[in-house]
């Protein structure tokens, strides 16, 4: 196949019988493999790596914190892509994946910001500092707030749609400037990225990077909340479109009968 | 366009229009505060600058479910969505007359209770400059938040939810100018951002509020 018969193939996926039929067929396989991924590497995180020589056990909940703030991050960036795909080609099933993706979306800031607390506790010495990246955090949490909350208002699907994905569009821009505003306001707490640094690795930097042996069950942990992210949003999104066909069979039994 | 902004001004002078809410609520505001904090001048004027851009901030917040709203009840936005002048152009003179009714009186009335709060002499200058800058920014933003919520039977505290956190930005950049001011240290980094932020929400963000109106009107 092509690349544009293969990209013409991504398009299939916006008629929702189309997407239902499939995404039932590989729902298993994801709700599997992520439990699989997260089950092994938080009790290989938690049970086979050698607690941390400053702060002792309280590093492992790692394994939780920065896959949840991952995903917090990426599921915005999924519901701006699916906004743009709804406001640009009007499926149906994109703009209904972003409504469903942003409650995941809540939950993931909730744990980042909950187990960042629990750490932060015992190792700063306090629950909440107004540091750069939690304070961004919370302002990315009103933002999932608001953008919920107009999803709710709004009685027309069709106006919901087009509404919160406007405000998805604006909200992105003014979201990476309050980023921006904040790293000027205040000096940061929190650790710079420590996870992915090629040059750390190799050991040409000697920054601190999270060593290798807590590196691949975390690496496990990520790519479970990712597999995991995946399979909410298609069981979400499923129903969704479940609750749409609903609404119209019973308007239609209204005017019928 | 300008009979637009004329009759706008109008509505918001005339008896009934909510003039002078958005100031008195500011007044208020500001003489709560030390009612909270307790009166000692030295921790008043370290917080003056904050409070009064908060103040000013939420002052603001509280006209804009008047902006649209009203147009919308009465029937005249869809007169206006279907006259020759484009939405963009109704939409920046909307956040234009809001801003003349409710952002430079602020402004105007800023350093008044800066006295009340103890600014310290320097900050009164940069008050002003950065409200002034800053203001147009929160009236354009705010247009947007009345826009997506015109319909909305109760949308004035989801427009707050709306509308606060897009906030942040002006806020922070427009409160440092303010509080360097105050304590005479360097503030061009600030004061650029916060201008750049206002510069590019005139521009960019009529689009948007046009947008979201078109899509309310449908």
């Known amino acids: 196949m092509s690349i544009a018969a293969k990209a013409n193939a991504l398009w299939e996926y916006a008629n929702p019988r189309k997407f239902l ?30 607690d941390d020589y400053k702060q002792g056990s309280t590093v492992k909940i790692i394994y939780l914190h920065v896959p949840a703030a991952l995903m917090a991050i990426n599921c915005w960036l999924m519901m701006l892509a699916t906004s743009l795909v709804w406001l640009v080609r009007r499926h149906h099933v994109s703009a209904l994946a972003a409504r469903a993706a942003a409650p995941i979306g809540i939950v993931m800031t909730l744990i980042a910001l909950l187990t960042g607390a629990i ?72 650790q710079g990225a420590s996870v ?20 691949y069950p975390l690496l496990v942990c990520i790519i479970g909340f990712v597999l995991l992210f995946i399979a909410l949003v298609l069981y979400r999104t499923g129903t969704e479109i479940r609750a749409r066909r609903i609404k119209a069979l019973m308007a239609r039994e209204r005017v019928s009968g | 366009m300008i009979a637009l902004l004329l009759r706008d001004l109008k509505l918001a002078f005339r008896a009934g229009g909510g003039f002078g ?65 484009p939405l963009e152009s109704v939409v ?90 105050a304590t005479e240290m360097e503030v061009q980094t600030p004061l650029l951002m916060l201008a750049g932020i206002t510069a590019a929400t005139i521009a960019l963000l009529p689009f948007a509020s046009a947008a979201v109106l078109r899509i309310n009107l449908r």
Not at chain 1, 32 to 47: D, E, H, P, Q, Y
Not at chain 1, 161 to 171: I, K, R, Y
Not at chain 2, 24 to 34: Q, R, S, W
Not at chain 2, 136 to 159: C, D, H, N, Q, W
């Open chain 1, 196 to 215: 992915m640094r090629a040059a750390a690795v190799t050991g040409t930097d000697t920054e601190e990077k999270v060593s290798n042996i807590f590196f």
């Open chain 2, 92 to 181: 920046t003179i909307k956040a234009l007359a809001h801003w003349l009714t409710t952002g430079l009186p602020l402004v105007l009335a800023a350093p008044f209770l800066g006295v009340l709060l103890n600014l310290p002499v320097p900050g009164f200058f940069w008050l002003v400059i950065s409200l002034l800058i800053g203001t147009p920014a929160m009236s354009v933003i705010g247009t947007f938040g009345a826009a997506l919520t015109v319909g909305l039977k109760r949308g004035g505290l989801l427009l707050s939810l709306l509308v606060l956190p897009l906030y942040v930005p002006t806020l922070i950049f427009g409160a440092e100018v303010a509080r360097r001011g």
């Open chain 1, 21 to 50: 039929a499939t995404s039932e067929r590989v729902l298993p396989f994801f709700w599997i493999t992520s439990l699989a991924c997260i089950c092994v590497g938080l009790i290989w995180g938690f049970f086979f790596t050698p």
């Open chain 1, 119 to 190: 750490w932060g506790q015992p190792m700063w010495g306090t629950w909440w500092a107004w540091d750069p990246r939690l304070t961004s955090f919370l302002i990315l949490f009103l933002f999932y707030l608001g953008y919920v909350a107009l999803w709710e208002a709004i009685e027309d699907p069709d106006t919901a749609a087009d509404l919160t994905s406007v405000l998805c569009l604006v909200g992105s821009v003014f979201a990476i400037l309050s980023r921006y505003a904040v790293n000027f306001w205040n000096q940061g707490l929190h």
């Open chain 2, 21 to 85: 809410l958005g100031l008195a609520f500011f007044l208020i505001v500001t003489v709560m505060v030390p009612f909270a904090v307790g009166p000692q001048s030295s921790l008043l004027s370290t917080i003056a600058p904050g409070v009064l851009w908060l103040g000013a901030l939420l002052a603001c917040l509280l006209s804009l479910d008047r902006l649209l709203a009203l147009d919308w009840e009465d029937g005249s936005l869809d007169l206006l969505a279907t006259a020759p002048l």
